[in-house]
């Protein structure tokens, strides 16, 4: 029986995520120091959020995507599409999930914002950037494995000799 989900890449996810939630803990308890806890499980709860949505996009999203189709224009649009869905899930995904949070008391509002739209620059800033650092990594995971496999790119291997 074929596995749908690779444990390696979820294992990759998980670590990526856990330096993405020192990162936030590290930016956010500097603004905040004498509310380190809620720092904390705010950052826990937001993170985990993010593991799942950068996950999905870039293990199912991006490579539905990038599949050979008869027409690029389907490609584009397709691409288009989809980008437009993680924008939505970036900001008013994270929004829910947040408000979620904060109805079973595990995440607590450090700052009163004025407008929905302010809140939601907040979340998608937040967001936007988890997306940014799993897409770097990831490339860089893929590369380091097609390097050691013997498979890099043929500038890298004339570099070489």
Same mark, same amino acid.
């Given at each position: 029986?074929? *596995?749908?989900?690779? !444990?390696?890449?979820?294992?990759? @996810? ?8 020192? =990162? ?15 720092? %904390?499980?705010?950052?826990? +709860? ?10 999905? #996009? ?9 599949? *050979? ?8 649009? =397709?691409?288009?599409?989809?980008? +437009? &869905?993680?924008? /939505? %899930?970036?900001? @008013?995904?994270? @929004?829910? +999930? *947040?408000?979620?949070?904060? %109805? #079973? $008391? /595990?995440?607590?509002? #450090? ?21 940014? =650092?799993?897409?770097?990594?990831? $490339?860089? @995971?893929?590369? !380091?494995?097609?390097?050691? &496999?013997?498979?890099?790119? =043929? +500038?890298?291997?004339? &570099?070489? %000799?």
């Amino acid at each position: 029986m074929k *596995r749908s989900i690779d !444990i390696k890449k979820v294992r990759f @996810y998980l670590w990526v995520g856990l330096g993405y939630f020192f =990162l936030g803990v590290f930016s956010i308890v500097g603004k905040y120091p004498d509310r380190f806890f809620s720092v %904390l499980f705010n950052n826990v +709860w937001g993170v985990l959020y993010l593991i799942v949505a950068n996950f999905t #996009l870039f293990e199912y999203a991006v490579p539905f995507v990038l599949k *050979r189709r008869k027409s690029i224009i389907n490609n584009i649009l =397709l691409g288009i599409l989809i980008f +437009w &869905a993680y924008l /939505i %899930l970036y900001s @008013y995904g994270s @929004y829910v +999930w *947040r408000q979620t949070g904060i %109805l #079973l $008391h /595990i995440y607590a509002s #450090l700052k009163q914002f004025d407008s929905l739209g302010h809140l939601l620059e907040n979340q998608m800033g937040y967001s936007v950037g988890s997306g940014v =650092l799993f897409g770097i990594s990831r $490339h860089v @995971y893929n590369y !380091i494995k097609l390097t050691q &496999a013997g498979q890099c790119p =043929l +500038w890298h291997q004339q &570099a070489r %000799l």
